[in-house]
């Protein structure tokens, strides 16, 4: 282990002084590492010695070549970059009280957790309340098993919830403010086709029902409770200016008629509110300060704004920002369900998806997912997601973290002839010593499994690497043993990933849903559950699932 520090350290230093390490420079660096071992200066000092003395025969290039192969992780320009730190919210003068509000149509997505994320960082940063509400006024849309979905991806994102309201428990409560605005004249009940009261609201026509007596309209309001309408047959409306320049904010319906059961309440309900009456009425109630939501809402505000004008209350800080699109990710729960019933997808959690809880399976962090938002921040200009941005959030997080191991795609196994019996001690990560190795035995006349497409542009006589074990030559009929000599590798030879005979088969998943078979070595066994970096491939998350399965993250 302590040859691997030296070594970086050489090649380091090599690199910053024109291809040539001062052995001097070199110890200092590995005492500022390691202070433990400054009363061991004197003995160290030889070994610097010989490992700058096999650095410096090398050239530029091929030092940097080593130093990517072996700790990627110290190349120069690796840093971590400061977080930033999200704007201040207007209007603030104590606590703030603010709120989540999914829809149980499934778990929650990457998209949905930039409300979830933002919410959760302010309310952290002034104190206060921060209230799921699940709404869930659509039974049309609803996944009954998203009520207990939901709140997990939230604990899995670190938001702190501090209360839950569910909106099919609070009917009686949007039907008292429906009489009340009813019997105050600014909302009636409608009995026209649709069409035909769409069209006259368009032409900033009233309907013939709109200036009726409140008297009429709480008797209809009271039939359409008591189940004299069918479905379609009657409408609430909101009142509000039909001459506005805006057609989507004139007269806005606020309840409709659904003939079929909820997933939660059954057949109590028949007249449903939608989703700008219900809203209003528990932004109102909770005593919310601040509502964060996109911009495509602007409309919705502005409709919301009369019931707070109708009843006098107070309003909350409205902070709308912009779209953010996501190209080539499947986020809707339609098309998500549809293909978990036909068979498409394996679940909320396929590597395709993107679900929070794909992203999790694939080791992806909420940490990383946090980062990226509070980067994004309110901004009212639309922008489009950028997965490398994520990725390179996540790789700062787990790289420091992830246990190196060996993934051999399409494995074919070599018999390696002509060697002794070694031992290999891969390190479990070259910036933690203390961590320890991957220890395996290899006797006399070993077999290995590398990369079949490696091994097959090799031509007989070639010498390749076996990483952290020993030079081999390709033979006719497989491989015989060429040394331990590092200095081959300034000849341009390739350093290659291998496993052990004893090794078990893995299955690597891409986010496309394409799968490579390969070999792991048997250390891997137990990291299950751990996000771990295969070298040379990348970073993914082992899972037992009758086999060792690896959802790939990203390089």
């Known amino acids: ?31 500022a590492e390691m202070p433990d071992l400054r009363p061991r200066a004197r003995e160290i000092m030889p070994a610097v010695r010989e490992v700058v ?60 957790s930039r409300m979830a994320i933002l919410n959760d960082e302010y309310v952290k940063r002034y104190g206060g309340t921060l209230f799921l509400r699940i709404e869930d006024t659509n039974p049309e849309n609803i996944d009954p098993d998203a009520y207990d979905m939901i709140p997990e991806d939230l604990e899995w994102l670190g938001v702190e919830v501090h209360e ?23 909302a009636y009940i409608c009995t026209c086709p649709a069409d035909e009261w769409r069209a006259l609201k368009n032409k900033g026509v009233a309907c013939p029902h709109r200036d009726e007596a409140p008297e009429v309209q709480i008797e ?26 805006n057609p989507a904010i004139r007269d806005w319906p606020a309840f409709r008629i659904v003939d079929r059961p909820h997933p939660r309440t059954g057949d109590r309900y028949r007249v449903y509110p939608l989703m700008n009456f219900s809203v209003a009425v528990d932004d109102h109630e909770l005593g919310l300060t601040h509502v964060l939501r996109g911009k495509d809402h602007l409309n919705n505000t502005h409709r919301q ?86 990725y390179a959030y996540n790789r700062e997080i787990v790289d420091p973290v992830a246990k190196r191991l060996f993934f051999v795609p399409n494995p074919v196994e070599v ?19 203390e961590w320890g190795a991957r220890e395996y035995t290899m006797p006399p006349e070993f077999s290995v499994y590398v990369p079949a497409d490696e091994w097959n542009a090799l031509n ?24 331990n000599d590092l200095s081959v590798l300034k000849r341009g030879v390739r350093i290659i990933q291998w496993a052990p005979a004893e090794s078990p088969p ?50």
Not at 88 to 106: E, I, Q, T
């Open 220 to 245: 209809r309001w009271e039939e359409m409770l008591g189940g004299e309408y069918g479905e379609g047959e009657a409408v609430y409306v909101v009142k509000t200016d039909l001459n506005h320049p």
């Open 53 to 112: 003395e096999e650095v410096n025969a090398l050239t530029v290039e091929e030092q940097r070549a080593l130093l990517d192969e072996r700790f990627p992780e110290a190349i120069e320009g690796k840093k971590k970059e400061e977080s930033k730190r999200l704007e201040d919210l207007p209007g603030v003068s104590g606590p703030v009280r603010m709120r989540l509000a999914p829809s149980p149509s499934g778990p929650m997505h990457i998209g949905q």
């Open 506 to 555: 893995a299955t690597l998943v891409y986010p496309d849903g394409s799968e490579v078979k390969g070999k792991v070595e048997p250390f891997t066994r137990r990291c299950i559950g751990e996000v771990v970096q295969f070298e040379r491939i990348g970073f993914a998350r082992l899972w037992d699932e009758g086999g060792i399965r690896a959802y790939f993250a990203h390089r």
């Open 305 to 390: 704004m009369y019931l707070y004008e109708y009843f006098g209350w107070e309003k909350p800080v409205y902070i709308h920002y912009g779209w953010v699109r996501m190209k080539d990710t499947v986020l809707k729960t339609s098309l998500i369900k549809k293909g978990i019933r036909e068979g498409l997808y394996t679940g909320w959690d396929d590597p395709r998806l993107g679900t929070l809880r794909a992203l999790a399976k694939r080791g992806i962090s909420p940490q990383a997912i946090r980062r990226y938002w509070v980067e994004v921040g309110l901004k009212e200009v639309d922008i489009e997601f950028s997965w490398e941005n994520l």
């Open 415 to 433: 018999r390696v002839s002509g060697s002794p019996e070694m031992r290999a001690a891969p390190p479990l990560h070259p910036s933690h010593p």
């Open 460 to 483: 007989p006589g070639d010498i390749i690497r076996l990483k952290d074990l020993c030079n081999v030559r390709k033979t006719a009929n497989g491989a015989e043993y060429a040394g």
């Open 164 to 186: 839950t309201v569910i909106q099919s428990d609070r009917f009686e409560l949007y039907y008292e403010y429906a009489a009340k605005l009813l019997e105050m004249g600014h």
């Open 1 to 31: 282990m302590l040859r691997d520090v030296i070594l970086k350290h050489a090649l380091l230093n090599a690199i910053r002084h024109g291809g040539k390490a001062n052995p001097g420079a070199v110890l200092g660096k590995i005492l």
